[in-house]
């Protein structure tokens, strides 16, 4: 269970009003899955140090998790911090723990995990999941040397479906050979 392999912390006391330009690294709740993708080293936001020292922080490798949500598609929604210390608001919970954060986050968008997570999500207009539902759903936890493993395999998926830099070219690509190949097949009339 989720519980069983790390601390599960809940964020508090942060809210959008609470924004500087410049400060201590903040992330709210919201921007989970309205800004950011799998993963981050780096925030859209910051709170004056004062308020950050009132708040909970994750550290570089925690699991960075929105609790609450319109939605029942973006409860759970992970995201994977890679920075150094960041604040974190309320309607959020970290996971601290000793396994691949980028497997984790990777995990938590399967199919096998969205079905465990809606027999726990409660609420009518918000919908959310409590730390102790949390704490009860499964995750399949390999050795570490796998878990990287099926990292790199996913990290190297995920640049080519999402990168335009990578994937897009290899697309356009491997589309010239595909369409090469047809068209001396087509007009080749049994040569």
Do not use: C
């Amino acid at each position: 269970m989720l519980g069983d392999i790390g601390e599960i912390i809940r964020g508090n006391g942060m809210q959008k009003k609470d924004f500087t330009n410049e400060g201590f690294p903040a992330i709210h709740y919201g921007q989970i899955y309205t800004k950011y993708g799998l993963f981050a080293d780096k925030t859209f936001t910051f709170v004056s140090n004062e308020l950050a020292k009132k708040l909970k922080t994750a550290n570089k490798n925690d699991l960075l998790i929105a609790t609450t949500s319109e939605n029942d598609e973006d409860v759970l929604k992970p995201l994977a911090w890679l920075g150094e210390k960041v604040a974190i608001s309320g309607d959020m919970m970290l996971l601290r723990h000793k396994q691949n954060v980028k497997y984790l986050a990777y995990y938590f968008q399967t199919e096998m995990f969205q079905l465990q997570k809606a027999k726990y999500i409660t609420g009518t207009k918000v919908r959310r999941i409590s730390k102790d539902n949390l704490a009860k759903l499964q995750i399949p936890i390999p050795p570490l040397e796998k878990q990287k493993e099926i990292v790199a395999i996913l990290d190297k998926f995920d640049a080519l479906t999402n990168s335009i830099t990578e994937g897009l070219p290899r697309e356009i690509e491997l589309r010239q050979k595909q369409y090469e190949y047809y068209r001396d097949r087509l007009l080749g009339f049994g040569k």
